[in-house]
């Protein structure tokens, strides 16, 4: 049967005490919801349907361009009136997976085998086993271990309460019938609402089966209703996405301090230090050592690169046998060939250094073009801004520049050309020659320095 997919994302999230609606709050750098519907796209369904309430247009506008399907939950009276919600725009013939925005942790692997579990004639619900399950929606069985209903917390009985087996609220069943029951619930219960748990008793009477998938980590189901549970599955996150890059070779010196929050892929041998923190599209290549602090962003770094300590790296991709920092920042458009170092406190942006140039120490290098064998002196500035536009700094393969130089673009450096340290460079400095710009030094023998009167 084709696959839709709802997902219930109305909830106001009081007990976050914030103005940013629940589903907005971040996780790993990315929305909670935005995380369910990342996996919610991994199974392809036919449609992905999302119903919103409060915060809704700020919810909207969050994912402007995607291809979901909206639907506005105006008074919030449960779950089974949120689904109530999206049903017009699911076909019968579909089966329906019901998902949670603030549950965002369930892997999709675990989705597709629920989805499998249900049919034309069956029902799949997901649960969990709780050493303490307070809180929670239990799930019922017979004495043959069938499921008969799920009894939410404030309308259980003790015995009930006992139950480790809860219902999250995730299913799969076919969208017809879930029409039918959700058009008989009623709200006869403590919260005078329309639970959608109630559409099991329903699928009971009618003789459909009821299945359960058990997940096997409790933290997959992890809701999040305020700032503390946010952390718990801030944390979760976190250790899930380490483990999946030690089982991939990745040598994780302390997966709780490993902060991946985006699609990371590592070569052979790689090892990450402390507090990395890994955002966006991420590729390392082969024996690449990223040490503590470090932070890359959306870049490529190449074989037997070194990252040292506390640099960033975004919007860059590097070569082979680079060396970055400690202390380095590459910002967007930055390339390096093979074998360059970019040292302390060295900022690069939009620019590109040719094989085996370095600049080591305290400078700036924007919007300029680097060739190979370059020396960059320290404290060297391309004054890139006139106040209005950018403009480029070319630098010739084999020159040398000396400590303190400004070189102001446009303007370009020759070929094996030397410039001398302390200079202001604003004409061309021409290829295999000395080029200096110093003002003549004077020592005024009768100055004296300024002094404080005393108190």
Not at 4 to 32: C, N, T
Not at 269 to 285: C, E, H, Q, S, T
Not at 418 to 428: E, F, H, L, N, V
Request: aromatic share 4%.
């Amino acid at each position: 049967m084709p696959l839709s997919v709802v997902i219930l994302a109305a909830g106001q999230g009081k007990r976050m005490a914030s103005d940013l609606p629940k589903v907005l709050q971040p996780l790993a750098g990315r929305p909670l919801l935005a995380h369910v519907v990342a996996t919610a796209r991994a199974l392809k369904p036919e449609a992905i349907h999302v119903v919103y309430g409060h915060g809704g247009e700020s919810v909207r506008a969050a994912f402007a361009g995607a291809d979901i399907h909206w639907a506005l939950q105006a008074e919030q009276k449960g779950t089974g009136h949120a689904l109530m919600q999206a049903m017009p725009g699911v076909p019968d013939n579909h089966t329906l997976l019901v998902l949670f925005g603030d549950v965002p942790l369930i892997r999709a692997g675990t989705l597709a085998g629920l989805v499998a579990r249900a049919g034309p004639a069956s029902l799949a619900l997901l649960s969990a086993r709780l050493p303490d399950p307070a809180g929670y929606g239990r799930v019922v069985r017979d004495g043959a271990g069938r499921i008969v209903r799920i009894v939410e917390e404030k309308d259980a009985n003790h015995e009930e309460r006992a139950i480790d087996e809860i219902n999250t609220g995730v299913l799969a069943a076919p969208a017809a019938k879930l029409r039918a029951w959700l058009g008989a619930l009623r709200a006869d219960n403590a919260q005078g609402e329309y639970y959608l748990t109630d559409c099991i008793d329903a699928a009971v009477r009618d003789g459909v089966a009821v299945d359960a998938l058990v997940v096997d980590t409790s933290s997959e189901v992890l809701g999040v209703n305020d700032k503390l549970q946010l952390a718990e599955a801030e944390a979760a996150h976190r250790r899930s996405r380490a483990e999946e890059l030690m089982r991939a070779g990745v040598t994780v010196v302390d997966p709780a301090r490993l902060d991946v929050r985006g699609e990371v892929s590592c070569g052979r041998d790689v090892v990450l230090d402390v507090n990395v923190i890994l955002v966006g599209r991420v590729k390392i290549g082969d024996r690449v050592k990223v040490d503590a602090g470090c932070a890359l962003a959306d870049c490529e770094i190449g074989d037997d690169c070194e990252v040292r300590f506390n640099s960033l790296v975004e919007g860059a991709v590097t070569g082979k046998r680079c060396i970055i920092g400690p202390f380095a920042r590459l910002r967007p458009g930055t390339r390096l060939a093979d074998g360059v170092h970019v040292g302390n406190f060295v900022e690069v942006k939009n620019s590109t250094l040719g094989a085996g140039s370095k600049a080591n120490h305290l400078t700036y290098l924007g919007d300029a073009t680097v060739g190979s064998g370059v020396n960059v002196g320290a404290v060297t500035v391309t004054c890139n801004y006139d106040g209005v536009n950018k403009h480029r700094t070319e630098i010739g393969d084999g020159a040398f520049i000396g400590s303190g130089s400004m070189l102001v673009a446009p303007v370009s450096v020759g070929r094996d050309a030397t410039i001398g340290a302390g200079s202001t460079i604003t004409k061309p400095a021409p290829a295999g020659k000395l080029t200096v710009e110093r003002s003549r030094q004077v020592t005024v023998e009768d100055w004296k320095r300024p002094e404080k009167e005393p108190k």
